[in-house]
């Protein structure tokens, strides 16, 4: 109709005159092609004209241009202001709620969170690990990606075969049991408790080596007995509500470095049946005088004479420090002394941190130039054959050989006297899987950093 009357010249009374129902001049092919190029009219949808009162008029109010746009009366430009207005303060409103429901939902998980961890003996709740970040963590799991940690760790036959001993001599603890492995690595535990009679394994790695050991056991054909998962057991849940046996091979340096035992102690007091046992159940850290003058001369005397120099200051650096080697069995001039025993199944996180006097009796007439320390473990509850092994400098060679504190100042000792101290050892505020460790000996405080 558009293209028909602006063709001819036609009235508006003749168009309305038309007879209803006749045929209407415009319905020809030849008015199907416009008139105008781009004619406003035949691009105009009237059928989207809204049907009430305030559409229509706001419709009715719209003027199509030449220049695609469209002008609007004064009127309806302020109904379509008025209508953004509240739509961007409905949008704004909503915003506010979403934030504060967020809030509420943080606050919430906190509450819940120290509700659920507060256990009688009040060790979930103490857990500095949780209160890391999975990123600010991260570097430790890194640690742990790359194959060569873990071709150490298993070609230490000690502490494998120890493993190995302890769960294939006592079946009767695995068998048709559900077992966890707390940080399980390239997987060896789970294989040997699976092997041991387990009806199931999880195993637990936030490290990305948790990719080949999935390969590892799916090669061993072990994928329909033990399940493997990726991430920080404080972070995940597991596939089980509860598991019989807990095992895992969390001992760093000097014992506790690393922290790694925290995790485990979450996971039992999470996770662990009532009755159920962690491996390995018994731990000990002893402290022995160490009698030699090269190795501390090397370290701490050298700094003295300097090619001529003296450079004195660089003695504190250097004694900020130990150092992680194998001491000589035969420089070990002392007996050993106790100064920790952790059970397992009982420690609290708060135990993990503390202080022992102890007494080292010197077995010769020597100069005690440093402090070692070394653990031993045990696996015993409930085994017809225990197993147990150590890391002192006397007994076969392990990866975590021993930790050695240099003394500023060297201490002469008889044989048959004892060297009379107090050693502390706590948690680094500044990296929580560190540690400082402090000896008082002989009137003199020396602090270490282990890490």
Not at 49 to 62: I, P, R, V
Not at 385 to 396: A, H, L, N, R
Request: hydrophobic share 40%.
């Amino acid at each position: 109709m558009v293209n028909y009357i602006r063709s001819k010249t036609v009235s508006s009374t003749s168009i309305v005159n038309l007879a209803e129902g006749s045929n209407a001049p415009w319905e020809g092919d030849e008015f199907m092609m416009p008139v105008i190029p781009d004619d406003p009219l035949l691009l105009y949808d009237i059928e989207s004209l809204e049907e009430n009162t305030t559409g229509a008029s706001a419709a009715a109010a719209c003027t199509p241009n030449n220049d695609d746009t469209v002008s609007l009366s004064t009127q309806a430009y302020q109904e379509l202001l008025h209508r953004l207005q509240e739509t961007e303060q409905k949008a704004s409103l909503m915003e506010q709620q979403l934030s504060r429901a967020l809030e509420d939902l943080g606050t919430t998980k906190s509450v819940a969170q120290k509700i659920l961890m507060s256990s009688s003996d009040g060790s979930l709740d103490k857990l500095p690990l949780q209160k890391m970040s999975e990123d600010e963590d991260q570097a430790y799991f890194d640690s742990y990606g790359h194959y060569g940690i873990h071709e150490e760790m298993l070609k230490d036959k000690v502490r494998t075969e120890s493993y190995r001993d302890f769960m294939y001599d006592n079946k009767h603890i695995f068998t048709d049991k559900v077992v966890l492995d707390v940080g399980c690595g390239t997987g060896i535990l789970s294989m040997f408790a699976a092997k041991a009679g387990a009806k199931q394994v999880i195993g637990v790695d936030q490290s990305d080596i948790i990719h080949q050991a999935i390969d590892i056991v799916r090669e061993n054909g072990l994928s329909n007995v033990i399940t493997l998962v990726k991430g920080r057991l404080e972070d995940i849940d597991l596939p089980v509500d509860k598991v019989d046996v807990i095992i895992s091979e969390w001992m760093g340096y000097f014992l506790l470095f690393e922290s790694m035992l925290d995790t485990v102690l979450y996971a039992r007091d999470k996770y662990l049946v009532p009755g159920g046992i962690v491996y390995p159940d018994l731990c000990t850290l002893s402290l022995a005088a160490l009698a030699d003058q090269e190795s501390h001369s090397s370290r701490i005397a050298f700094w003295e004479d300097v090619y001529g120099f003296k450079m004195s200051c660089m003695k504190t650096c250097v004694l900020e420090e130990c150092s992680v080697e194998y001491a000589k069995a035969e420089c070990v001039m002392s007996s050993a002394a106790m100064i920790k025993c952790i059970d397992v199944s009982s420690v609290n996180i708060k135990d993990l941190e503390f202080s022992s006097e102890f007494k080292l009796e010197a077995l010769r007439d020597d100069i005690c130039t440093s402090i070692i320390a070394y653990f031993d473990i045990i696996f015993e509850k409930n085994c017809t054959k225990t197993v147990m092994f150590s890391t002192g400098p006397g007994s076969e060679k392990t990866h975590w050989k021993q930790t050695v504190f240099p003394l500023r100042k060297p201490i002469a000792l008889k044989k048959g006297t004892c060297l009379h101290g107090k050693v502390s050892c706590s948690r680094n505020a500044k990296d929580t899987r560190s540690l400082v460790v402090t000896f008082n000996i002989d009137g003199e405080r020396i602090k270490y950093f282990v890490n």
